[in-house]
């Protein structure tokens, strides 16, 4: 995958100060072979890398597989397939491939997390019937159109335990994050009866004005669950959400313990504080920030962010002054923006990236900027890197996003191409910006890890034929691909 390649090179370049790196690995892991799925990653403490994703036949894996043989359907016109788990090690050499799927479709596997014991989770939709749950599951058997799956696998990738989760209607957009001890899995839901505690935020589901009632995707509230690591018990669970669609794009445990929450709603009555910055919609889609007590009993803060058009919120995270880091799309000319900011301008023809510094003390955007060209822009990413600037990752279709006069590339060469900018520790400033170049390249949702000793881990889907894969797990064809590769940032 050409492009974030050559992303991740640059930002190597920048933060590390040097203009070498070297290249640890980069793979083609596995055909996606029609799946709808992203590529989550994590890394273990020993510098293990798991990564999760859909597949269909042809998947090479190891002997030792908890599952060897495909099962999911083989009808080409249907989305989804099963799902994957991958282990690397550290210089990407494969130590564990199996299929996780029953005879129906597996989707949506957003997200994998690990424990403090090195313990993998992953979390997906699924339409099947027949996976496995362990004998003291939660939940044994589908309840509803899809539900939620979890399956639980130790760090040397033996089973350990599985779940279903969901209700009588369609639970999906499984999302996991573990924290002190805790397994929290957010998605979205249609199901009137989904599993909630007494005492939470939102005890009924509301989804009485979709946007669009001939679009079933378009409707549902936010789930919230907390779990035991075990997946036999439900801690805490909750709806969130208001009378029409509500999704979470990020998540954060990095203020206070708290959990903080972001994403985008097309409900008129999402819940708001009396203290909320922007306390009602002001576009027919609006971003969120709303952050919740652990045990989901509070919601501590929750604001709209948006314009007149649609927006959402993709990447949340506090900074060490309490402050929170927030980007996102956006297509409001009228977005929030504040003096002074890199781009005061709307100039997206069909949407802008944004991004935002958001004070809690003073309840309002301390900084705010667009960020993109004359076409599409999604701001997928932000962070920051150890010298206290932000790595930006966007994907771009705009012929004439701004670049730097030191850009590797400084036109688009064709699809959908992945952009990368670094912006001082004011967020006003850029240091630099360059597209990545490639042959008619498509990127989705880039996953980053950021490991000890200087390494950086990048995952996604992509459909690129220039790809430099180094390792080859699986061979490229003409659909998306699950992609992998580390950088090695020279320890600085």
């Known amino acids: 995958m050409k492009t974030l390649f050559i992303a991740a090179f640059l930002f190597v370049t920048i933060v590390s100060g040097i203009f070498a790196q070297k290249i640890d690995f980069s793979a083609w892991l596995a055909s996606s072979g029609g799946v709808h799925t992203s590529t989550p990653s994590a890394v273990d403490k020993h510098g293990n890398i798991f990564v999760a994703g859909g597949t269909r036949e042809g998947l090479k894996v190891t002997n030792d597989a908890f599952q060897r043989r495909y099962n999911g359907h083989t009808d080409k016109d249907v989305t989804g397939g099963d799902a994957l788990l991958m282990k690397l090690s550290p210089a990407g050499d494969l130590i564990y491939s199996t299929y996780i799927g029953g005879s129906g479709s597996e989707n949506y596997c957003l997200k994998l997390a690990l424990d403090d014991s090195g313990n993998v989770y992953v979390g997906f939709t699924t339409e099947s019937h027949d996976l496995p749950a362990s004998d003291n599951a939660y939940q044994k058997s589908l309840k509803g159109d899809n539900d939620h799956y979890i399956i639980k696998f130790t760090n040397d990738c033996r ?186 301008k709307y100039i997206g023809g069909n949407a802008d990236g944004f991004i935002m510094k958001f004070s809690l003390h003073l309840n309002k955007p301390v900084y705010s900027s667009f960020i993109g060209g004359s076409k599409t822009d999604w701001l997928k990413f932000v962070a920051r890197t150890d010298n206290q600037k932000y790595v930006l990752i966007c994907t771009s279709s705009s012929q004439d996003f701004p670049v730097t006069n030191d850009a590797l590339y400084k036109s688009i060469d064709g699809g959908m191409d992945l952009v990368m900018l670094i912006l001082d520790k004011t967020l006003k400033n850029v240091d630099y910006s360059t597209y990545g170049g490639g042959t008619r390249q498509r990127v989705m949702d880039p996953v980053v890890n950021y490991v000890k000793g200087g390494k950086l881990v990048v995952s996604s889907m992509c459909i690129s034929p220039d790809f430099p894969a180094t390792l080859k797990y699986a061979e490229p064809d003409k659909t998306w691909m699950n992609c992998i590769w580390k950088f090695d940032l020279d320890g600085k």
């Open 159 to 344: 089973y350990v335990a599985s779940t279903y989760l969901g209700g009588s209607g369609s639970d999906h957009w499984t999302t996991l994050a573990v924290d002190h001890n805790t397994l929290y899995l957010f998605g979205k839901t249609k199901s009137p009866d989904f599993p909630v505690t007494p005492g939470t935020v939102q005890q009924k589901y509301d989804n009485s004005a979709p946007p669009d009632s001939s679009q079933s995707w378009m409707s549902g509230d936010i789930t919230i669950t907390a779990l035991s690591l075990n997946l036999d018990k439900i801690l805490y669970s909750t709806y969130l959400g208001g009378n029409s669609l509500d999704y979470i794009r990020s998540s954060s445990f990095g203020l206070d313990g708290k959990i903080m929450l972001a994403g985008a709603t097309y409900s008129d009555n999402f819940p708001t504080t009396n203290n909320a910055y922007q306390k009602s919609m002001a576009g027919k889609q609006d971003g969120f920030l709303t952050i919740v007590s652990k045990d989901l009993s509070e919601i501590d803060y929750s604001t709209f962010i948006g314009g007149d058009s649609t927006d959402q919120v993709n990447s949340v995270f506090a900074d060490d002054a309490g402050n929170i880091i927030l980007a996102g799309e956006t297509k409001s000319p009228d977005f929030p923006v504040t003096p002074g900011a890199l781009n005061g």
